[in-house]
């Protein structure tokens, strides 16, 4: 009775220390498709003459890294209707910080737009003409690091709230749901072997297959192994 009580007591310790990892690697995951399914849309969108009306340095909130990205607004005219938009990108993060840039993003951004009053394309939704970006592109490094957190999260969260409730006696040699974890990490990171390979990276592109690639590979020996146990 006491062992099986401090079982429970375990878990419950395991599932409010683990679950919050788990939810936040979901939500980085999320946050990579968010810019992802918002560059796809964007392609899809008009190109516009915008004229930049303002510049300005955007502060982190938390200002404990001094963190900041380029801001701004930008008006442009649309079936004979002016708006206005301070979406410049659809990135999501902070860089110059005190350790130095990531990246060559904020540079690109900003030879992009150019100054106050200069033109520039920018790209605007037809069925939502307030819905307008400067520049669509994709911030890969931004992606890269909310993609390779967010599964790390979401692997450590899930190894402890549910690969540990397993008893390694009973551990198959073979398992369908890690084939099925492979394949559903592997499809969303396959989308991104085409924007990658457009954009340059190569590399990146071919090591974005390889977990489809492993799943193709378990879905095939596990089908082996179910005609030998026939």
């Known amino acids: 009775m006491r062992a099986s009580r401090q079982q429970r007591q375990s878990l419950v310790i395991i599932w409010l220390l683990f679950l919050p990892i788990f939810l936040f690697g979901i939500f980085l995951l999320g946050l990579s498709a968010k810019i992802i399914i918002s560059h796809l849309q964007a392609l899809s969108w008009q190109p516009v003459n915008a004229v930049l009306i303002a510049r300005y340095s955007e502060q982190d909130s938390q200002k404990v890294n001094r963190a900041s990205r380029q801001g701004g607004k930008f008006s442009y005219v649309w079936q004979d209707r002016r708006y206005e938009s301070t979406q410049l990108s659809f990135s999501l993060m902070y860089s110059h910080s005190s350790g130095g840039a990531i990246d060559d993003w904020d540079d690109r951004l900003s030879a992009k737009i ?28 931004e992606v890269a690091i909310y993609l390779g957190f967010g599964l790390m999260l979401l692997w450590v969260g899930y190894l402890f709230l549910f690969g540990m409730q397993r008893k390694q006696n009973q551990a198959p040699a073979f398992s369908w749901r890690t084939v099925g974890i492979m394949g559903a990490i592997g499809l969303p990171l396959l989308v ?8 340059q990276h190569g590399v990146w592109a071919v090591l974005a297959t390889v977990p489809t690639l492993l799943a193709l590979h378990g879905v095939v020996h596990g089908l082996h192994l179910r005609r030998a146990t026939k």
Request: glycine share 8%; charged share 15%.
């Open 114 to 141: 150019g100054s106050v009053g200069q033109q520039f394309s920018a790209r605007v939704n037809p069925n939502h003409p307030g819905d307008a970006v400067a520049m669509p592109d994709v911030r890969w490094v």
């Open 192 to 199: 991104l072997t085409p924007l990658l390979w457009r954009d």
